[in-house]
């Protein structure tokens, strides 16, 4: 592993951070869900990055990306997290959707899908949890039947981030119900505005529109819409969730948090106490670990590695890392820190209450933390299940 940046991935830092200062406002800075109110704004800022052609810079140049090494895409990545770029449902395309249709897609799926990604004509949400098939992923319910050239899709889906604005999903369905329920799966990819499809949003602990829950009435789907192998989409499904568990995490907003709060601290008049200055010293200590931690993920991967106890462990430390630190800012501000977005009385933009709640959910989406430690116990450590 390089613990320094070559002179051409330096060079796109500096790039990529001067690009980012010359169109970030502090209205634009969208902290945990509370940019998904607005979602116009969203679209409007990934469509500046697809003329860039940075809304998937690791991608072949093929399928409109810059054919970007997995560090440099690190690099991308941090700069974006620290200014606190708009995200807009990019994860779920560039990360999981593109990758696994250039994985297991035809050729006619690979030019109608990918290129309104990297130009950022249509936002991506998933498709896989439903009610009662979280963690057990492979019980899920909803249905395709196969109706001449067509699949009839039944069922409902549940915790659609960025579903409110989605224009497309990746989903699975039980396309055979007599196998055993990883053999009887299908991958779909589904055009939200077919007929028969409806969403209804869900609001998260903070009162945002993070999730929601789309469901299924008979939605005729063409042939085209499979994704792979019939009834085998489970195996495609943990290809996309590798993909999930590899997509470089990166401390950029984690450390950008701490840095807030100790230039708010140099502001005040008087001393900090030492128990303050001790919880920021260890943050700003656990925030290099997982720099290191997100180096290392993008070094093995750049060798042409596949990432695995080193993804969740990465996963694991980071999530976690947010939830301490949103207590720290917390802790820091007091009776302000209480106070939401829009607040006229409001300390470093009222994100921290914001920040505290929405960070419960880090720990649990993309695979629980206890997921996660058996993860690397079993696949890292050697120890038996």
Not at 112 to 130: C, K, M, Y
Not at 338 to 362: C, E, I, N, W
Request: hydrophobic letters at 40%.
């Amino acid at each position: 592993m390089e613990f320094r940046l070559s002179e051409q991935q330096r060079s796109l830092q500096m790039e990529v951070r001067a690009w980012l200062t010359s169109v970030m406002r502090p209205e634009m800075e969208g902290f945990p869900y509370s940019e998904e109110e607005r979602p116009e704004e969203l679209r409007a800022f990934n469509k500046l990055l697809a003329a860039k052609g940075w809304i998937a810079p690791a991608w072949p140049a093929e399928y409109g990306g810059m054919a970007l090494g997995a560090v440099e895409q690190l690099v991308f990545g941090e700069e974006m997290a620290y200014c606190r770029a708009p995200n807009g449902g990019r994860g779920p395309a560039v990360g999981y959707a593109g990758p696994t249709i250039q994985i297991a897609g035809t050729e006619a799926q690979k030019a109608r899908h990918l290129p309104g990604i990297t130009n950022w004509d249509v936002v991506w949400a998933q498709g896989f949890s439903e009610p009662g098939s979280g963690s057990d992923l492979a019980s899920l319910k909803t249905s395709a039947v196969r109706d001449g050239d067509d699949w009839i899709l039944n069922g409902t889906k549940i915790w659609t981030s960025h579903g409110h604005y989605a224009d497309w999903m990746y989903l699975l369905a039980r396309t055979d119900q007599e196998a055993p329920k990883h053999r009887g799966i299908s991958y779909f990819l589904l055009d939200l505005k077919s007929t028969g499809v409806s969403f209804q949003p869900l609001l998260n602990i903070a009162g945002r529109k993070g999730f929601g829950q789309y469901f299924f009435d008979n939605v005729r789907m063409p042939a085209d819409a499979l994704l792979g192998e019939e009834n085998r989409g489970w195996y495609l499904a943990t290809t996309t969730l590798d993909l999930e568990r590899s997509n470089i995490a990166n401390a950029g907003a984690a450390r950008r948090t701490v840095d807030d709060l100790v230039a708010y601290l140099r502001s005040l008049p008087g001393v900090v106490a030492n128990t303050t200055r001790h919880r920021l010293s260890q943050h700003a200590v656990e925030v290099s670990v997982a720099t290191m931690l997100s180096y290392r993920v993008a070094s093995i991967l750049a060798s042409g590695g596949v990432p695995n106890q080193e993804a969740s462990l990465l996963k694991l430390f980071l999530s976690e890392l947010d939830q301490r630190i949103a207590n720290t800012g917390l802790h820091i501000l007091g009776m302000h820190g209480a106070l939401m977005p829009g607040s006229p009385l409001a300390k470093l933009q009222a994100q921290f209450a914001l920040t505290y709640l929405t960070t419960v959910p880090r720990t649990i989406a993309g695979g629980t933390s206890e997921v996660q430690r058996n993860i690397i116990a079993t696949r890292g450590l050697g120890l038996p299940r």
